[in-house]
């Protein structure tokens, strides 16, 4: 009977979970289509960044026991260290090629940000710092742990791998977020820590902002 009861209140926090960051996505969307200002940035960045510590109050000492390093041996911090840099290289050119043949335009992120003084420290912050953090406390955290009470690793690890590459709303990036939150959904099974997949997600998007970086202050 209590894990019937543990087991409910698992599924209706996961699927407020889902609802509340895909209205969270949409209104996202949608305020930046109509305002896509550093100030409306930090605006929807600070919204995400609460939402999910609200989340996470839920099952706070479960969450947190995650921040362990018990696994953090040299060969799972030299595969966190290498599978971020052939993920960046692929992602970044294959991504760039698609966009290119489907679209007709180069989705590098500095042109968002060429008008502002301190650019670089705000990408830096939007794309490097607050995903690696936040978005493993969400996802790897928290509502990996809300369904390991209800389904399988393989089911939990699946989940979370699509509905992390659904909030991100693009159609072309789910292609490859989705295998790459599996990826993280894996390491936080196989090391129950959430050290590796942060490592993994921070090295990933830096490489992938400083390839933009290179490649935008090449056109100048």
Do not use: C
């Not at 009977?1 to 209205?23: C, D, G, N, P």
């Not at 043949?101 to 670089?120: I, P, R, S």
């Not at 690696?132 to 406390?137: A, D, M, Q």
């Amino acid at each position: 009977m209590q894990r019937e009861i543990k087991e409910k209140s698992s599924l209706q926090l996961v699927i407020a979970f889902y609802l509340t960051f895909l209205v969270f996505a949409i209104v996202s969307y949608a305020l930046y289509a109509e305002d896509y200002s550093l100030g409306m940035e930090i605006v929807v960045e600070v919204i995400f960044i609460l939402l999910t510590l609200l989340f996470t109050f839920f099952d706070a000492k479960r969450v947190f026991a995650l921040y362990n390093i018990r696994e953090l041996h040299w060969r799972n911090i030299l595969f966190a260290t290498l599978f971020p840099v052939v993920s960046a290289v692929i992602v970044y050119y294959t991504l760039g090629w698609v966009n290119d043949a489907l679209f007709g335009f180069d989705d590098n992120v500095f042109y968002n940000y060429q008008d502002y003084a301190d650019g670089f420290f705000w990408i830096m912050i939007f794309y490097v710092v607050i995903p690696p953090i936040f978005e493993e406390l969400a996802f790897r955290g928290f509502l990996f742990n809300q369904m390991r009470h209800f389904a399988s690793p393989k089911v939990t690890i699946l989940a979370t791998g699509f509905i992390f590459a659904l909030i991100h709303f693009s159609v072309v990036s789910i292609v490859w977020i989705f295998p790459f939150g599996i990826v993280l959904g894996y390491l936080r099974h196989r090391y129950n820590t959430l050290w590796l997949g942060m490592i993994v997600h921070f090295i990933h998007n830096l490489l992938v902002v400083l390839l933009d970086y290179h490649y935008y202050y090449l056109d100048f």
